[in-house]
DNA sequence: GACCAGATTGTCT
DNA sequence: GACAATCTGGTCA
């Protein structure tokens, strides 16, 4: 995993990712876990990217290099994690949306109390609450820094859908999953395969 | 399972 | 001033 792999569209670096570990190496250990859903954001031609309408404040790391974490405020109290694509200056990235906890499990429940396992991390918002993600890691290169992705499994049967939670281009397949694993954040009513 | 309301604040028009 | 790449907790079935 170099930077030429995450220098490519986020369509093909987003299926890609899937059954690759995610690990922060946090201040209470080392958290993460296989990742099991992704979402591909094209930049300024893709209406329903942040990049649509040209770099702000806000989201000039999509526009830098590929392979750093992108992580953004939303909705007044959650954290999501993206990881910049294509070569600088395109604002492609991969929003991971979901991974199967695998380190660091009990340092997840202290972050995230919930019932069940399953519950941990399978959304956006969820996975960055459980591994204590936040504006603050914002910017870390994943091939130099804490958080880092290394080789999970293989071979996984991949299963496209609408992306999740937007308003606008809701005809594009560009949410990518893992197909019947338990983590997936939701059991789409409408998948398209 | 499906549908709905409410939370809560940064960001951009 | 409108809205957001979401989640939780409620109702109804």
């Known amino acids: ?13 987003a299926p890609e990712l899937l059954g690759q570990r995610l690990i922060y190496e946090g201040p209470a ?19 329903a990217s ?6 702000t404040p ?14 953004y405020f939303t909705y007044g109290l959650h954290y ?3 990881v910049v694509t294509s070569p600088a200056g395109q604002a492609s990235a991969v929003l991971i949306r979901a991974i199967e906890p695998t380190i660091g499990v009990e340092v997840m429940r202290h972050n995230r109390p ?41 071979n996984q049967v991949i299963a496209t859908s609408p992306r999740i939670g937007i308003r606008l281009a ?5 949410r990518y999953y893992i197909r019947d694993n338990p983590y997936v954040s939701r059991t789409s009513t409408k998948i398209t395969h």
């Open 1 to 13: 995993m170099n930077r030429q792999f995450y220098s490519r569209p986020a369509t093909i670096v």
């Open 29 to 47: 250990g080392p958290v993460g876990g296989i990742i099991v859903e992704t979402e591909a954001y094209m930049g300024p031609g893709d209406e």
């Open 50 to 55: 942040q990049a649509h309408r040209g770099p």
């Open 58 to 71: 806000r989201t000039q790391i999509m526009f830098g290099q590929a392979g750093h974490a992108y992580i």
């Open 80 to 82: 999501c994690l993206n």
């Open 114 to 154: 919930v019932e069940s396992d399953q519950q941990l991390t399978n959304g956006p918002a969820k996975l960055t609450q459980a591994m204590g993600l936040s504006v603050v890691q914002s910017g870390l290169d994943l091939l130099n820094s804490p958080l880092k992705l290394l080789p999970g499994r293989s």
């Open 170 to 174: 809701r005809d594009r397949l560009w």
